[in-house]
């Protein structure tokens, strides 16, 4: 037996004097003489032939403390009859790593097979290259369908910007949480959240997406449920509100009309007691002329006569302007409710503010003083109902901030108008209890609320949040715990109207 160096190194021998003289089962471990043993007896017409043919055998052989070695053996028949080259290689590491990467590529695979959120990876084109379990039941095809399609054909059609996996395709732009919707093959539109990067090869250079996104169908319809239950108490406050400011004018309006109707009484006394003087004067009997006005002393005297026309008339007017006040409600209520047509059209700001403010007004039970200041501003064109259901968002929140301070003393809720440059700025300000600075940062998230249960959902700053955001506007917030809150608005001026609306400031009482 002939042998090299590292044969040598692998499997020692056990004579000192002449190591080439032992049999190979006395150099190689059982494990692998055993495993190549059948192949040497064989010869070239048993598997040491396949072995010459290029086979090779991998061999397994636990070490004396349990650490397992692979070896991979090669038999090749040599010229010369009867002999034969074994090649016999460590192969432990190697075959390690080869193991460790079926694992992690099985691992991977049942990982992305069995997540819930849907996956895509696509080429730089933006031609899928592969899709998992989930992705093809949101996209709406069968099993193997995605690879060799294009991401385009379901995305893409949003409205409102890019969508957020073309973006990343054309300049590589990360999304997290991106909202945007999805066209099935049928028609049938999905809201879906996206998070997508660039796929980078070895160099570091962009080779496609890979994209995750859930189908949000489920959440939009329980974020509409919410909203709708939202906008259900809303109402019910909002009628409290207004039963409430309209019983105010009706109480004495119903007061008066009681005493208008006992004063019609005296003054039917008092004309039928001068009926009776004209009667008098038209039978030209001094004496009885004398007795007639005697009488219409003596009723007006009864009567109290000039207290009558005068708290009459006051009664009158007062009830001429409490009529006037539940007209002026029912007006801001009209103009409140009035749904929006299908597209943009000229919105007066300071009409919408305004309406939705005296509406707010009569909902608030806590003294509040409401202080206005309006610009001159141009119509814009806008969702008026849009943006008063984030007026009253921010009004309610402000109200709301000031029954928090627990303060028998009124608070003051501020709002004002103004044109800064391209824009037009909505200002609404409290003296409420202010908001902290770790709740600043997620007061637009949606169902977070500061408040407590029962009395808020956590939708209406997200909500308004994204109608500020359809209108290409921004909104702001500044806030100092225990002094107030400022919420402002940025509406763009452009496709201003030239129509103006005046200014003024209207300080309001104590409600």
């Known amino acids: 037996m002939t042998e090299n160096a590292e044969f040598g190194r692998l499997f020692p021998s056990r004579s000192a004097s002449s190591p080439g ?13 055993d495993a ?3 192949d040497l007896r064989q010869g070239g017409d048993g598997p040491a032939g396949r072995a010459q043919r290029g086979g090779a055998r991998l061999v397994r052989v636990e070490g004396a403390e349990g650490a397992a070695r692979a070896f991979e053996v090669r038999l090749r028949a040599l010229q010369d009859a009867g002999r034969l080259l074994i090649l016999i290689s460590d192969v432990t590491e190697s075959e390690w790593l080869s193991e460790r990467l079926e694992a992690l590529r099985r691992d991977n695979r049942d990982l992305i097979r069995n997540i819930n959120s849907a996956l895509l990876v696509t080429d730089p084109a933006g031609t899928i290259t592969f899709a998992n379990p989930p992705a093809e039941r949101i996209l709406g095809v069968g099993e193997g369908d995605l690879p060799g399609r294009q991401i385009a054909d379901w995305f893409g059609v949003a409205e409102g910007g890019p969508d957020p996996i073309e973006a990343c395709l054309g300049d590589g732009t990360r999304s997290q949480g991106a909202e945007t919707v999805l066209q099935q093959a049928d028609g049938k539109r999905v809201p879906v959240g996206v998070s997508c990067s660039p796929r980078l090869d070895a160099e570091g250079r962009a080779c496609g997406v890979v994209a995750i996104f859930q189908d949000l169908s489920e959440v939009k319809e329980l974020e509409l449920q919410v909203r709708q239950s939202e906008k259900m108490a809303s109402i ?10 309209v019983n105010n004018p009706m109480g004495f309006i119903h007061a008066n009309l009681h005493q208008m109707s006992e004063y019609l009484g005296d003054l039917g006394k008092y004309l039928e007691a001068v009926d009776r003087l004209a009667e008098a004067v ?3 009997d001094p004496e009885v002329i004398r007795a007639a006005a005697a009488d219409v002393q003596a009723v007006s005297r009864e009567i109290d006569l000039e207290f009558v026309r005068s708290d009459f008339e006051k009664a009158l007017l007062e009830s001429a302007e409490g009529a006037e006040r539940i007209r002026h409600i029912v007006k801001d209520l009209r103009d409140f409710s009035r749904p929006d047509p299908p597209a943009r059209s000229p919105a007066d700001i300071n009409q919408a503010l305004d309406s939705t403010a005296n509406i707010v007004f009569t909902m608030m039970k806590h003294p509040v003083r409401l202080e206005k200041d309006y610009a001159d501003l141009p119509k814009i064109e806008a969702y008026p109902m849009q943006l008063k259901q984030v007026f009253m968002n921010l009004l309610v929140n402000a109200y709301q901030a000031i029954e928090e301070r627990e303060e028998a003393e009124p608070g003051v809720i501020r709002i004002a108008t103004a044109r800064e440059g391209p824009e037009i700025v909505v200002r609404i300000s409290d003296t409420g209890v202010g908001i902290s600075e770790a709740d600043r940062g997620r007061i637009f998230d949606p169902f977070f609320t500061t408040k407590s249960v029962g009395a808020g959902t956590g939708l209406g700053l997200s909500t308004s949040f994204q109608i500020i955001e359809r209108h290409g506007g ?3 917030v500044e806030s100092e715990p225990g002094h107030g809150t400022t919420f402002e608005i940025r509406l763009p001026l452009r496709n201003a109207g030239p129509e103006v609306t005046r200014g003024r400031v209207d300080p309001t009482s104590d409600g």
Do not use: C, K
């Not at 003289?21 to 003489?33: I, K, V």
């Open 21 to 33: 003289s032992e049999f190979l089962a006395a150099r190689l471990p059982a494990a692998l003489f």
């Open 282 to 284: 038209a039978e030209s």
């Open 236 to 245: 019910g406050q909002l009628a409290a509100g207004v039963a409430h400011e």
């Open 474 to 476: 921004r909104i702001l």
């Open 36 to 38: 190549t043993d059948p």
